[in-house]
T-cell receptor, first 115, second 113 residues
Framework: KAGVTQTPRYLIKTRGQQVTLSCSPISGHRSVSWYQQTPGQGLQFLFEYFSETQRNKGNFPGRFSGRQFSNSRSEMNVSTLELGDSALYLC??????????????FGPGTRLTVL | AQTVTQSQPEMSVQEAETVTLSCTYDTSENNYYLFWYKQPPSRQMILVIRQEAYKQQNATENRFSVNFQKAAKSFSLKISDSQLGDTAMYFCASGGATNKLIFGTGTLLAVQP
């Protein structure tokens, strides 16, 4: 079974631009969560989608948005990029809506660099 | 609010020896879960072990086991017979009714030959 895939793996943008990252969950998984990982702030939860609905949102500005499609693939968008948005963006998929009984599988991440 | 604290930024262990990584947490959820994830240099996050808070028995997975002290809000990871492939950043995390995970700051473990 294929794992969680994220595209692109690396991305370089300049301040003020916008970017879209993609995550394809494991086949059959309906939940996708996004995390931002930086040396300064560590791993922080961005949002979670389940069956095309945002179920949970972290403490990030409105420049960060996401969506989920009917095939469970998810995208996240960051508009008006700032230098501080440089990070590794991880997505994780799981079968169901929540609770620790369901294992979350992480993708390899997208490394975003903002110049 | 949920918090997870890992007080050991770095640790080192000799191959074949045992090492324990510490983690404390705080949560307002009644039903919660605790996890240890491993992030090797490839940056791929891998679940090492999971503990349901309502279970008193400590979870074990091969060479990995936890010491879960609910009253003390402590959740340490013991790695037995350490191997070079165990070299990685280890994150403690807590979760509740949703898939949102709160991560600690991580412990960088180096296994020395």
């Amino acid at each position: 079974k294929a794992g969680v895939t994220q595209t692109p793996r690396y991305l370089i943008k300049t301040r003020g631009q916008q970017v879209t990252l993609s995550c394809s969950p494991i086949s059959g998984h309906r939940s996708v969560s996004w995390y931002q990982q930086t040396p300064g702030q560590g791993l922080q939860f961005l949002f979670e989608y389940f069956s095309e609905t945002q179920r949970n949102k972290g403490n990030f500005p409105g420049r960060f948005s996401g969506r989920q499609f009917s095939n469970s693939r998810s995208e996240m968008n960051v508009s008006t990029l700032e230098l501080g948005d440089s990070a590794l963006y991880l997505c994780a998929s799981s079968l169901a809506a929540g609770g620790g009984t369901d294992t979350q599988y992480f993708g390899p991440g997208t490394r975003l660099t903002v110049l | 609010a949920q918090t997870v604290t890992q007080s050991q930024p770095e640790m080192s262990v000799q191959e074949a020896e045992t090492v324990t990584l510490s983690c404390t947490y705080d949560t307002s959820e009644n039903n919660y879960y605790l996890f240890w994830y491993k992030q090797p240099p490839s940056r791929q996050m891998i679940l090492v072990i999971r503990q349901e808070a309502y279970k008193q028995q400590n979870a074990t997975e091969n060479r990995f086991s936890v010491n879960f002290q609910k009253a003390a809000k402590s959740f340490s990871l013991k790695i037995s017979d350490s191997q070079l492939g165990d070299t990685a950043m280890y994150f403690c995390a807590s979760g509740g009714a949703t898939n949102k995970l709160i991560f600690g700051t991580g412990t960088l473990l180096a296994v020395q030959p």
